[in-house]
Every structure is written in structure tokens, then in C-alpha cells.
């Protein structure tokens, strides 16, 4: 059974205090990992795909890194609009479903 | 971009009522998934589909009940709401193949059954 377990659970950071984000996985065979933000009352919003260990993609301020274990999210400088929550899941070469991790709630403080 | 929306953003339902919740995306996606989301347990999948017609039970099925006939439509159904319900439900579409499978989201239904 694929498992994503994500820490910490909750991130209070100062604006311009960078931190980074984390995804551990087990899946049998990974097809890719996604990361999401969301926003309160929203729906998730695509960030980054990443498919092999290696990997990193970058957005602004994001950067998404991908080991054959976890991924790391990476929040450089970051600014209050930065607050929400970020989700990561992962999708095995056995099906079309999404096993999601249970997010990181950033706080980002001015 | 895609686009996926959802026919409510806030719906309040009684307990007992039958509930429809629409999603439409407008990429020409294979596939449709709808989830419910609830503080401390994640995003659950409660159906998918990967074709017109065709539907595949995810982790959380029972309560519900879903449609597809047409590729840009998947409606989730509640037969008889219950209070267990009240959820935000999320749609996504993803394409089938061509080397990505990435989901996209619509903007959620809050839905409150009393």
C-alpha cells in the first residue's frame, strides 16, 4: 500500500526566513510525485510534478527536489502570500490514483 | 489552461435529500476523480472514472454514486444525504497518458448537510 507522510504538520516562519518542506514515500514503482498549494476554501493548485531521483523543478520562490525516499520543498525568502497549505502525493505505475500526504500548513509572519 | 469547475461553491442539503454536485473541465481529460476533504484525514478519493460510461470505486465509495456521460461531465451523487457528508468535495481531471498524469483541481463544493 502506497504511503506519503509529510512534515512538519504546521511551519511558522518569518518573512524572508527560508525552510524547506517534507514528503517521505513508499510506493511500489513511482510514476511521479505532485506537489499542490492550498489555499483556504479552495481547491488544490498544481505546483510541480517530479518523476525520477535526481530531479528538481523550480517556481519563484519554490524549488521541489525528488530522492528515491522523499521530497523536499524548498521556500526561499518566502513572503506572507506564501501562507497555505502544501500537499504533496505520490502516483504508482499500479493504477491512476493519487495517495496523498496530509499537507504542511505554512504561516508566514511580515 | 485547464479549467475545471464545479457547479456550487456552498450547498446546505437535508438529511435524507438526494444531492447532485457537478464537475465540467474543458481539456478533453480521460480521466475524472472526485474527493472529499476533511480536516485531519486528507483527500480521500470516493470514484473515478477513466472513460465515458466507465467508473472505478476509489477508497471511500459508499454514500455515493456517479455519472459520466459525456467526457467533460462527472457528477457526483449522494442518494440520501446524511450528516456524515458534510465535506468539501473536490473534482480534478488528468489526461491518460502522453507522459503526464497530472490532476487539476476545480475550487471545491462546501457542502453542509443538516
Known amino acids: 500500500e502506497d504511503q506519503v507522510t509529510q512534515s512538519p504538520e504546521a511551519l511558522r516562519l518569518q518573512e524572508g526566513e527560508s525552510s524547506s518542506l517534507n514528503c517521505s514515500y513508499t510506493v511500489s514503482g513511482l510514476r511521479g510525485l505532485f506537489w499542490y498549494r492550498q489555499d483556504p476554501g479552495k481547491g488544490p493548485e498544481f505546483l510541480f510534478t517530479l518523476y525520477s531521483a535526481g530531479e528538481e523543478k523550480e517556481k519563484e520562490r519554490l524549488k521541489a527536489t525528488l530522492t528515491k525516499k522523499e521530497s523536499f520543498l524548498h521556500i526561499t525568502a518566502p513572503k506572507p502570500e506564501d501562507s497555505a497549505t502544501y500537499l504533496c502525493?505520490?502516483?504508482?505505475?499500479?493504477?491512476?490514483?493519487?495517495?496523498f500526504g496530509g499537507g504542511t500548513r505554512l504561516m508566514v509572519k511580515p | 489552461d485547464v479549467k475545471v469547475t464545479q457547479s456550487s461553491r456552498y450547498l446546505v442539503k437535508r438529511t435524507g435529500e438526494k444531492v447532485f454536485l457537478e464537475c465540467v473541465q474543458d481539456?478533453?481529460?480521460?480521466?475524472m476523480f472526485w474527493y472529499r476533504q476533511d480536516p485531519g484525514l486528507g483527500l480521500r478519493l470516493i470514484y473515478f472514472s477513466y472513460d465515458v460510461k466507465m467508473k472505478e470505486k476509489g477508497d471511500i465509495p459508499e454514500g455515493y454514486s456517479v455519472s459520466r456521460e459525456k467526457k467533460e461531465r462527472f457528477s457526483l451523487i449522494l442518494e440520501s444525504a446524511s450528516t456524515n457528508q458534510t465535506s468539501m468535495y473536490l473534482c480534478?481531471?488528468?489526461?491518460?497518458?502522453?507522459?503526464?498524469?497530472?490532476?487539476?483541481f476545480g475550487p471545491g463544493t462546501r457542502l453542509t448537510v443538516l
Open positions: 480534478a481531471s488528468s489526461p491518460h497518458g502522453g507522459g503526464t498524469d497530472t490532476q487539476y
Open positions: 481539456m478533453d481529460h480521460e480521466n
Open positions: 502525493a505520490v502516483r504508482s505505475n499500479a493504477g491512476n490514483m493519487l495517495t
